[in-house]
């Protein structure tokens, strides 16, 4: 069945640092994997995605990979403010219905 | 929060009780979505429709029914409450349902139910 790893569960990083955040599945169908950032209180609101038809996409200081062959793609945030400190949850569809399998989330901290 | 509101935004009950938990949109979006969210799970779907009257079981359906008579309200209903739905729940939304264009899903605010 579907199935996403996501890691670490925690991350903290100094204000500026990259944070890197990974998730593993198994369907070699999966066709769409979106991240999703969760403010405490507040729903999920996505802050990228990337199909299975490229391997790398930029918004500013976020960017995720894809790597079809060994089934990860990976969050990568550049100069880290102390607002990006959320949990972050990775996602992944196979192709039709637009049901998304979360991975467990990362609960990333920006420190002063 | 795109358009989407859940209500209650929060609820106490007792085991045993009917729950109807409520969301709307204003997208007029044809894919709604419940999602339960715990500890160490992440989210995990329970129910989707694809349109009016048309619906369709999640990773975590059973306790749990839905239903759909108008494109802007999607119903999430606990029989019978117990202590293991204890949980937050979140209504997505999205505007077409899969293949090669997938969209993306909007997420409400969530609702919180503690069954006690």
């Known amino acids: 069945g579907e199935n996403v790893e996501q890691h670490p569960s925690t991350l903290s990083v100094q204000e500026g640092d990259s944070a890197v955040i990974k998730c593993t599945y198994s369907?070699?169908?999966?066709?769409?994997f979106p991240w999703y950032k969760q403010e405490l209180g507040k729903g999920p609101q996505l802050i990228i995605d990337?199909?299975?038809?490229?391997g790398e996409k930029k918004d500013q200081r976020i960017a995720v990979t894809l790597n079809k062959t060994a089934k990860h793609f990976s969050l990568h945030i550049t100069e880290t403010q102390p607002e990006d400190s959320a949990v972050y949850f990775c996602?992944?569809?196979?192709?039709?219905?637009?049901?998304?399998?979360f991975g467990t989330g990362t609960q990333l901290k920006v420190e002063l | 929060d795109a358009g989407i509101t859940q209500s209650p935004r929060h609820k106490v009950t007792e085991t045993g009780t009917p729950v109807t938990l409520r969301c709307h949109q204003t997208?007029?979006?044809?894919?709604m979505y419940w999602y339960r969210q715990d500890p160490g799970h992440g989210l995990r779907l329970i129910h989707y429709?694809?349109?009016?009257?048309?619906?369709d079981k999640g990773e975590v359906s059973d306790g749990y029914s839905v239903s759909r008579s108008k494109t802007e309200d999607f119903l999430l209903t606990l029989e019978s409450a117990t202590s293991s739905q204890t949980s937050v729940y979140f209504c997505?939304?999205?505007?077409?349902?899969?293949?090669?264009?997938?969209?993306?899903?909007?997420f409400g605010p969530g609702t919180r139910l503690l069954v006690l």
């Open positions: 429709s694809y349109g009016v009257k048309d619906t």
């Open positions: 990337i199909r299975s038809n490229v």
């Open positions: 997208e007029n979006h044809r894919y």
């Open positions: 369907d070699s169908a999966s066709n769409y």
């Open positions: 997505a939304i999205s505007e077409t349902g899969g293949g090669a264009d997938q969209e993306t899903q909007y």
């Open positions: 996602a992944e569809n196979t192709g039709g219905g637009n049901k998304l399998t």
